[in-house]
Antibody
Framework: QVQLVESGGGLVKPGGSLRLSCAAS????????MSWIRQAPGKGLEWVSY??????FYADSVRGRFTISRDTSKNSLYLQMNSLRAEDTAVYYC???????????WGQGTMVTVSS | EIVLTQSPGTLSLSPGERATLSCRAS???????LAWYQQKPGQAPRLLIY???SGATGIPDRFSGSGSGTDFTLTISRLEPEDFAVYYC?????????FGQGTKVEIK
């Protein structure tokens, strides 16, 4: 079935790096835009980044520190996170980003904690 | 950046009652690309409505969306016990794709 599974979360010190992965299955991954969204503990949803077939877009809060990428041969989406800050602590979700149909499929999320 | 403001912050209702949730945008949402999501504790959000008024696959018809431009509404015609959750609106017509702060629908 159509599914997204995130991995790579964990505990990292401020200033450190982490790479999140999102494995897609059940649909032609290369045909779709994909997004990362995060949710700090007890807070609302914050869009982080999305990738089309050839372009990338970022929220101001992560631009220059985070890099989104995809490997169509592996049906995988990635988020390289550098220079991490305490305020980056959140559950990170990947989602299928359909131009008209919004974010119709979400993964279960992976927790990132930035703390010394 | 388009700022989305949801109201009320919390809605206290009983099962069977009608829920009306509002989402107001700071500027017009391109193509009325406004979506509504439901999120329960410990779960990922679920898409309910896209393009302001189109129901997502598998969503019960008690959920409906309306509005255009800067003012949008999610209506739940008769609340079921499983509908008590947090609801977010999101605009995806322009970048950055912003979310509202959420409305919690709680049992009265």
């Amino acid at each position: 079935q159509v599914q997204l599974v995130e991995s790579g979360g964990g505990l990292v010190k401020p200033g450190g790096s982490l790479r999140l992965s999102c494995a897609a299955s059940g649909f032609p991954f290369g045909d779709y835009f994909m997004s990362w969204i995060r949710q700090a503990p007890g807070k609302g949803l914050e869009w982080v980044s999305y990738i089309t077939t050839g372009n990338t877009f970022y929220a101001d809060s992560v631009r220059g520190r985070f890099t989104i990428s995809r490997d169509t041969s592996k049906n995988s989406l990635y988020l390289q996170m550098n220079s991490l800050r305490a305020e980056d602590t959140a559950v990170y979700y990947c989602a299928r980003d359909r131009a008209v149909h919004a974010f119709d499929i979400w993964g279960q999320g992976t927790m990132v904690t930035v703390s010394s | 950046e388009i700022v989305l403001t949801q109201s009320p912050g919390t809605l206290s209702l009983s099962p069977g009652e009608r829920a009306t949730l509002s989402c107001r945008a700071s500027q017009s949402v391109s193509n009325n690309y406004l979506a509504w999501y439901q999120q329960k504790p410990g779960q990922a959000p679920r898409l309910l409505i896209y393009a302001a008024s189109s129901g997502a696959t598998g969503i019960p018809d008690r959920f409906s969306g309306s509005g255009s431009g800067t003012d949008f509404t999610l209506t739940i015609s008769r609340l079921e016990p499983e509908d008590f959750a947090v609801y977010y609106c999101q605009q995806y017509g322009s970048s950055p794709r912003t979310f509202g702060q959420g409305t919690k629908v709680e049992i009265k």
